[in-house]
């Protein structure tokens, strides 16, 4: 039964990360919790891919967040690149594809009566200012394609293959508005692997959430990215929350091994 063994450093981010494949040791079986991960002193749950019980989740695969032409591209190009996370959330959806696990998308969108909101946090209020993820509204696709809040065009065959399931949209940052745990809960999944975007934004909050609710998490930071602005380091402050909320991290290449080698047990 195949699990990962070793992660990275709470305080070690994007080196530590592109490193890890060489660190993290696919085992015959899942990480006890007594096993240590790194010299954080912190224990290393493991995770265990459970054939039926195991998902993908990947969190905002949209344009606003991971084209050139997205409207932050201007705070998190500079981490997506140096992450490879375009690629790397491409070979996750790959292997799930490959291997029959379910893929969850929670989108996030933002319709015209959502500008009328009459308070909001920091980012809210800048993700309204500068319209990312607008839709004409809820039952319209008018302008849709193509736009900000339009998937990834390079993601479309995997989403768009009538069995990824679209959650409806969540509003501010994490599944507590979306209808992601009960689609999960329908579909027998206790399990979840996390990838996207935000990594301290939407990422963060769905890990979250998704641990309160009862499931068993493992996130790829290298397959997600964040701001980075004068002061604040998003991906900083997502990797540290990471290792010290999931059950396991796990960059890209062990992952997409341990999602192969689950499938052929």
């Known amino acids: 039964m195949s699990a990962y063994s070793k992660s990275f450093p709470g305080n070690q981010i994007r080196q530590s990360i592109m490193a890890l494949a060489g660190a993290a040791v696919l085992t015959a079986s899942i990480v006890s919790g007594g096993a240590l991960a790194d010299n954080s002193g912190l224990p290393d749950p493991g995770f265990e891919i459970v054939q039926g019980r195991t998902a993908l989740l990947v969190t905002d695969p949209q344009n606003d967040f991971l084209s050139p032409d997205g409207v932050t591209w201007g705070v998190v190009g500079k981490n997506v690149e140096a992450n490879g996370t375009v690629e790397n959330i491409d070979r996750l959806f790959a292997a799930a594809k490959k291997t029959g696990m379910p893929v969850f998308i929670s989108p996030h969108y933002y319709y015209p009566h959502d500008h009328g909101w009459k308070f909001e946090g920091a980012l809210e209020a800048l993700m309204h200012k500068i319209g990312m993820f607008d839709r004409k509204g809820p039952l319209s696709t008018e302008g849709f394609e193509g736009s900000g809040a339009d998937w990834l065009d390079q993601y479309k065959k995997y989403i768009e293959d009538g069995e990824t399931v679209v959650t409806s949209p969540h509003k501010v940052f994490g599944p507590e508005t979306n209808d992601l745990v009960l689609q999960m809960r329908k579909q027998g999944i206790d399990k979840v692997i996390i990838a996207g975007?935000?990594?301290?934004?939407?990422?963060?909050?769905?890990?979250?959430?998704?641990?309160?609710?009862?499931?068993?998490?493992?996130?790829?930071?290298?397959?997600?990215?964040?701001?980075?602005?004068?002061?604040?380091?998003?991906?900083?402050?997502?990797?540290?929350?990471?290792?010290?909320?999931?059950?396991?991290?796990?960059?890209?290449?062990?992952?997409?091994?341990?999602?192969?080698?689950?499938?052929?047990?």
Not at 231 to 250: K, P, Q
Request: glycine share 6%; net charge negative; aromatic share 6%.
């Open 197 to 265: 975007m935000s990594a301290n934004l939407c990422t963060e909050s769905h890990m979250r959430a998704l641990v309160e609710q009862g499931f068993e998490v493992m996130v790829v930071p290298d397959a997600t990215g964040a701001a980075q602005v004068p002061g604040y380091d998003g991906f900083a402050a997502a990797v540290t929350n990471f290792r010290m909320i999931a059950s396991h991290v796990a960059n890209t290449d062990m992952a997409v091994t341990a999602i192969n080698a689950a499938a052929a047990r």
